[in-house]
């Protein structure tokens, strides 16, 4: 259930990602939340809800800074882009 | 946000953290040390704690009975046990307390504590309270451990400068959130190919806009804990206990002393430990308390760590027949949500509240707070050097850049040495003392670290503290095979899954960081063939 709930943040927090900001299309960010809520739901289930919020709070940092600093690695920007 | 407005908080912004930066990485930096000082990095620097360590319920209880007969009735009011089996301390701790009534009509506590082999339960030291609470005997994850909370400035100023630096931290938090104002746009924006500037622009927000709660939890946490015990208690005491801080801390926490009948009826330890890990498997019992021991009326406050409760749970029984009474929270005795939010500050601000993982994922957004100050200030001194007109003389930003390096590599240096070192010392000086030796192999190497930017080359010096830091990282795990016979190889047989789990750790980290210093050695060339090609081309 811990994996699930890992990728599930991990695809909610790509969902929210375009193009180096954060999504503006709502069905994107509503794909991106409901990604999250549910790995929260999941994160509730295992630890109980004040830890389980807690705990979501420190993977979603933690992903968020991992998918931020692979994004030019798996796809580099053209050089002179903004 | 009128501009103005913004200039001064972005001013604000530069000079706490130029001000605290080194500081704060220091706390940070061994903070996510810290996270792992018990008891991943307590077992692996303790031989006799490697192997897991029964319960021994009934041992327990036949040894306190024999030593509560030695001491006498005195000393039976308050009896706290620290249980082995968590393996958070070298050896089990059992005190006998007692309150005394002093000729000024005060109230005195005095007490013998005694330490046992954790396993076999002989007796290795007994000592006064006093005595034993003033002596500090430590090893390299105590010393982590104590260094983050005071910096070995003992209290109150080592307490109060760490408190004060979380508040600092929360400082440069609000004032990064308003000066920051394309957030949400430059949410997922890491540009590596461009500027090394822009780079650690990019780098230095995409760390704290990602992890701002984290960040604003550690700071609030830590300054709480650091200024709760030297300023906020004895503030409340004297407001509403007329200074009595004992009286406040007796009041607000959960252990309280029962009612003494003075009916003799022994206290069934053992049946309350054994009952307690048979009902509640989700709690790990770290110590006891036995208020009123031997008493018909005495009570058993069992505490233990892992149940949905961010700060763990109390058991409390009834000594005499070992029947549940009730559970309870720490600060359970508080009315509403004062007594959770206390609850909380301490797991939250370590990450033990959901085992190794929540440890793991804490103790590297740690090390995003470390290198939160190192961005800014490598930012602050790339703008003072490659600007056309800066505001300081290009002489104090390279120097600064040398203290950065001492400093910071310096540390990291100085923590990484303490692995080898603990090893050897373990070795060498087996069963002695190892807190003086501990003190002088991490400030030593910290000092000579701290010194080496202002005699060699800069980037010689990163290399000349990163480089050792790796291999010192990978040699870790042949160096403990080959001086405890303990390696990869004979997990099974030995079962030191934590140490070896560390060991594994640690060589990975290493093998990383010899990543990085090749890659930081390629973007050095690299500049200094962009800085040499522009320097051609102008001419």
């Given at each position: 259930m811990l994996a699930i709930a890992l990728i599930l943040v991990c695809i909610g927090i790509v969902c929210l990602n375009y193009k180096g900001s954060l999504a503006k299309q709502p069905k994107s960010v509503l794909t991106g939340l409901l990604f999250n809520l549910v790995a929260v739901v999941l994160f509730c289930q295992m630890y109980g809800f004040a830890r389980g919020i807690f705990v979501f709070l420190g993977a979603f940092a933690l992903i968020g800074i991992v998918v931020t600093l692979s994004i030019p690695i798996i796809k580099p920007r053209p050089s002179g882009a903004e | 946000m009128k501009s103005i407005t913004i200039k001064k908080l972005y001013t604000l912004h530069s000079w706490v953290g130029l001000i605290t930066g080194i500081l704060l990485f220091v706390i940070a930096f061994t903070g996510a040390v810290a996270v792992f000082a018990r008891p991943e990095l307590k077992i692996w620097a303790n031989e006799n704690l490697r192997t897991e360590i029964p319960v021994q319920s009934q041992k327990l209880d036949e040894t306190i009975a024999q030593y509560a007969e030695i001491v006498g009735p005195d000393y039976l009011e308050e009896v706290h046990v620290r249980l082995p089996s968590t393996r958070v301390d070298g050896s089990a701790r059992v005190v006998f307390e007692g309150h005394f009534e002093t000729a000024e009509g005060g109230e005195e506590h005095k007490g013998t504590v005694f330490q046992f082999d954790p396993v076999s339960w002989e007796l290795l030291a007994e000592n006064d309270m006093e005595t034993f609470f003033n002596q500090h005997t430590l090893d390299m994850s105590t010393f982590m451990a104590h260094f983050h909370a005071d910096l070995h400035l003992g209290r109150p100023v080592g307490l109060i400068l760490t408190g004060l630096l979380g508040l600092t931290l929360m400082v440069s938090i609000v004032t990064g959130i308003f000066i920051h104002r394309k957030i949400l746009a430059q949410l997922f924006t890491f540009r590596i190919t461009k500027t090394f500037s822009l780079m650690l622009n990019d780098a230095h927000k995409l760390m704290s806009v990602w992890a701002v709660l984290f960040h604003s939890v550690i700071a609030f946490t830590g300054a709480f804990l650091g200024l709760a015990t030297v300023i906020l208690i004895p503030a409340a005491a004297y407001v509403g206990f007329n200074g009595d801080q004992e009286k406040l801390v007796e009041t607000f926490t959960a252990v309280k002393p029962p009612v003494i009948a003075n009916v003799a009826m022994p206290t069934k330890l053992a049946d309350i430990i054994d009952s307690s890990i048979k009902d509640r498997p989700d709690l790990t019992f770290s110590r006891f308390t036995v208020m009123g021991y031997g008493d018909k009326n005495a009570l058993v406050y069992l505490s233990g760590d892992g149940s949905q409760q961010l700060g763990g749970e109390t058991l409390v029984y009834r000594g005499a027949t070992a029947e549940l009474l009730r559970t309870q929270a720490?600060?359970?005795?508080?009315?509403?949500?004062t007594g959770t939010i206390l609850d909380a500050m301490f797991p939250l601000h370590f990450g033990n509240f959901g085992g190794i993982f929540v440890k793991s994922i804490w103790a590297i957004l740690g090390l995003a707070t470390a290198l939160l100050p190192i961005t800014g200030l490598m930012l602050w001194i790339e703008r003072g050097l490659n600007a056309q007109h800066p505001a300081h003389k290009k002489s104090t930003y390279e120097n600064f850049n040398r203290l950065l390096i001492g400093c910071c590599g310096g540390l990291v240096l100085a923590t990484v040495t303490l692995f080898p070192a603990q090893l050897i010392l373990n070795e060498w000086m087996a069963g002695q003392n190892h807190t003086d030796s501990i003190f002088l192999t991490f400030f030593s190497v910290w000092i000579v670290a701290i010194l080496m930017p202002f005699v060699i080359q800069q980037s010689n010096a990163l290399k000349a503290i990163l480089l050792p830091s790796a291999w010192m990282l990978i040699l870790v795990m042949p160096l403990d095979a080959i001086l405890t016979g303990s390696h990869i190889f004979n997990v099974l047989q030995t079962k030191h899954y934590v140490s070896m789990s560390v060991n594994l750790v640690l060589m990975l980290l290493g093998i990383l960081l010899l990543v990085v210093v090749s890659k930081l050695k390629k973007q050095y060339v690299n500049r200094e063939y962009s800085q040499a090609k522009n320097l051609v081309g102008e001419v």
């Amino acid at each position: 259930m811990l994996a699930i709930a890992l990728i599930l943040v991990c695809i909610g927090i790509v969902c929210l990602n375009y193009k180096g900001s954060l999504a503006k299309q709502p069905k994107s960010v509503l794909t991106g939340l409901l990604f999250n809520l549910v790995a929260v739901v999941l994160f509730c289930q295992m630890y109980g809800f004040a830890r389980g919020i807690f705990v979501f709070l420190g993977a979603f940092a933690l992903i968020g800074i991992v998918v931020t600093l692979s994004i030019p690695i798996i796809k580099p920007r053209p050089s002179g882009a903004e | 946000m009128k501009s103005i407005t913004i200039k001064k908080l972005y001013t604000l912004h530069s000079w706490v953290g130029l001000i605290t930066g080194i500081l704060l990485f220091v706390i940070a930096f061994t903070g996510a040390v810290a996270v792992f000082a018990r008891p991943e990095l307590k077992i692996w620097a303790n031989e006799n704690l490697r192997t897991e360590i029964p319960v021994q319920s009934q041992k327990l209880d036949e040894t306190i009975a024999q030593y509560a007969e030695i001491v006498g009735p005195d000393y039976l009011e308050e009896v706290h046990v620290r249980l082995p089996s968590t393996r958070v301390d070298g050896s089990a701790r059992v005190v006998f307390e007692g309150h005394f009534e002093t000729a000024e009509g005060g109230e005195e506590h005095k007490g013998t504590v005694f330490q046992f082999d954790p396993v076999s339960w002989e007796l290795l030291a007994e000592n006064d309270m006093e005595t034993f609470f003033n002596q500090h005997t430590l090893d390299m994850s105590t010393f982590m451990a104590h260094f983050h909370a005071d910096l070995h400035l003992g209290r109150p100023v080592g307490l109060i400068l760490t408190g004060l630096l979380g508040l600092t931290l929360m400082v440069s938090i609000v004032t990064g959130i308003f000066i920051h104002r394309k957030i949400l746009a430059q949410l997922f924006t890491f540009r590596i190919t461009k500027t090394f500037s822009l780079m650690l622009n990019d780098a230095h927000k995409l760390m704290s806009v990602w992890a701002v709660l984290f960040h604003s939890v550690i700071a609030f946490t830590g300054a709480f804990l650091g200024l709760a015990t030297v300023i906020l208690i004895p503030a409340a005491a004297y407001v509403g206990f007329n200074g009595d801080q004992e009286k406040l801390v007796e009041t607000f926490t959960a252990v309280k002393p029962p009612v003494i009948a003075n009916v003799a009826m022994p206290t069934k330890l053992a049946d309350i430990i054994d009952s307690s890990i048979k009902d509640r498997p989700d709690l790990t019992f770290s110590r006891f308390t036995v208020m009123g021991y031997g008493d018909k009326n005495a009570l058993v406050y069992l505490s233990g760590d892992g149940s949905q409760q961010l700060g763990g749970e109390t058991l409390v029984y009834r000594g005499a027949t070992a029947e549940l009474l009730r559970t309870q929270a720490n600060f359970g005795r508080l009315e509403g949500i004062t007594g959770t939010i206390l609850d909380a500050m301490f797991p939250l601000h370590f990450g033990n509240f959901g085992g190794i993982f929540v440890k793991s994922i804490w103790a590297i957004l740690g090390l995003a707070t470390a290198l939160l100050p190192i961005t800014g200030l490598m930012l602050w001194i790339e703008r003072g050097l490659n600007a056309q007109h800066p505001a300081h003389k290009k002489s104090t930003y390279e120097n600064f850049n040398r203290l950065l390096i001492g400093c910071c590599g310096g540390l990291v240096l100085a923590t990484v040495t303490l692995f080898p070192a603990q090893l050897i010392l373990n070795e060498w000086m087996a069963g002695q003392n190892h807190t003086d030796s501990i003190f002088l192999t991490f400030f030593s190497v910290w000092i000579v670290a701290i010194l080496m930017p202002f005699v060699i080359q800069q980037s010689n010096a990163l290399k000349a503290i990163l480089l050792p830091s790796a291999w010192m990282l990978i040699l870790v795990m042949p160096l403990d095979a080959i001086l405890t016979g303990s390696h990869i190889f004979n997990v099974l047989q030995t079962k030191h899954y934590v140490s070896m789990s560390v060991n594994l750790v640690l060589m990975l980290l290493g093998i990383l960081l010899l990543v990085v210093v090749s890659k930081l050695k390629k973007q050095y060339v690299n500049r200094e063939y962009s800085q040499a090609k522009n320097l051609v081309g102008e001419v």
